[in-house]
């Protein structure tokens, strides 16, 4: 299994432009998550879903939009970039929510809007 | 507060042990974790403990939790240079599908 894979690796953007992360994982996991890591913080939950068809937003959703049309992709979609976009994303995967169901990372995606 | 706490950085010697403190927000969290961070790569589960329990071992890891002071300590013996990394401290979340993490502890293991 590869596990969750995550492109592109680094991406520039200019302010406005629009582009979308792209995950998928090959573990049958119900639960995917998108995560924003910004430097000396936590990591912050932008959108989750617990299943192919089903998104809900996180604690920071607002300029991001996400679909989950099957089961192994979930991509995040940027439509105006903004410079506060700076960050490093991670996507995870898990079989269920919470509890004792560990969530996988992808490698993550370093973005830099200028 | 609101937030998941660690002190950002912390350095020791090969062979000395670490210990990473943490103070998580929910009272009813029924999980608290230790996730593992190395440089360029995603978080991956170091370990976990139940929140019915105070002590956890895991080989050189040990977890403590203290849950009347909601404080969960990462105590790594022996401490070698793979284990330079960042700690994320992280608890469930009781009322819905979320996890809160703390910011991240950095370890730097001088040889």
């Known amino acids: 299994n590869a596990g969750v894979t995550q492109t592109p690796k680094f991406r520039i953007l200019k302010i406005g432009q629009s582009m979308t992360l792209q995950c998928t994982q090959d573990?049958?996991?119900?639960?995917m998550y998108w995560y924003r890591q910004d430097p000396g913080m936590g990591l912050k939950l932008i959108y989750y879903s617990v299943g192919a068809g089903i998104t809900d937003k996180g604690e920071v959703p607002n300029g991001y939009n996400v679909s989950r049309s099957t089961t192994e992709d979930f991509p995040l979609r940027l439509e105006l970039a903004a410079p506060s976009q700076t960050s490093v994303y991670f996507c995870?995967?898990?079989?269920?929510?919470?509890?004792?169901?560990?969530?996988?990372f992808g490698p993550g995606t370093r973005l830099t809007v200028l | 507060g609101e937030d998941v706490e660690q002190s950002l950085f912390l350095s020791v010697r090969e062979g000395d042990s670490s210990v990473i403190n943490c103070t998580y927000t929910d009272s009813s969290s029924t999980y608290l974790y230790w996730y593992k961070q190395e440089p360029g790569a995603g978080l991956q589960l170091l370990t976990y403990i139940f929140s019915n329990m105070d002590m956890k071992q895991d080989q050189r890891l040990t977890v403590l939790l203290n849950k009347k002071d909601k404080h969960l300590s990462l105590r790594i013996a022996d401490t070698q240079t793979g284990d330079s990394a960042i700690y994320f401290c992280a608890e469930s979340i009781s009322d819905n599908n979320d996890m809160r993490f703390g910011a991240g502890t950095r370890l730097t293991v001088k040889p």
């Open positions: 573990m049958n996991h119900n639960y």
């Open positions: 995870a995967s898990s079989y269920s929510s919470g509890s004792i169901d560990e969530q996988f």
